[in-house]
Nanobody, 123 residues
C-alpha cells in the first residue's frame, strides 16, 4: 500500500522558514513524481512544485519559486520542500502526493495523497 506522510509544519512568524518533509513508502515504481500542494482555508488546492525520481527534474510554480524549493534526499523516497520568507498568505495545509507513468505536474495526475501538514504563519 502506497503511503505518504508529510511533516514539518507548525506555527511560524512571518519572514521565517520551514522545511517540510514527505516520506513515501509501500511502492516499487522505478520512476515517479512527488508533488507538493497546499490548500488554504476556504480556497482551492494549489500546486506548488514537483520533483521527478530518479532524474531529479523539478517543476515549480512561477509565482512561488523564489521562496519554495523542492529537493529529494537519499533515499529518494523522501522529498523536501524548503519554504523561506513565509507570509501569512502561506497559511495552509501542505500535502505531498505521488504519481507514476506521467510527467505532468498537475493535481489530476496524482493518484496517491498524504494527509497533509498544517503551516500557520503569524503576522
Amino acid at each position: 500500500e502506497v503511503q505518504l506522510q508529510a511533516s514539518g509544519g507548525g506555527l511560524v512568524q512571518a519572514g521565517g522558514s520551514l522545511r517540510l518533509s514527505c516520506a513515501a513508502s509501500g511502492f516499487s515504481f522505478d520512476e515517479y513524481l512527488i508533488g507538493w500542494f497546499r490548500q488554504a482555508p476556504g480556497k482551492e488546492r494549489e500546486g506548488i512544485s514537483c520533483i521527478s525520481v530518479p532524474d531529479g527534474k523539478t517543476f515549480q510554480k512561477d509565482s512561488l519559486k523564489s521562496r519554495f524549493t523542492v529537493s529529494s534526499a537519499n533515499p529518494e523516497t523522501t522529498v523536501y520542500l524548503q519554504v523561506n520568507n513565509l507570509k501569512p498568505e502561506d497559511t495552509a495545509v501542505y500535502y505531498c502526493a505521488l504519481s507514476y507513468g506521467t510527467s505532468w505536474c498537475t493535481e489530476e495526475a496524482f493518484t496517491y495523497w498524504g494527509r497533509g501538514t498544517l503551516v500557520t504563519v503569524s503576522s
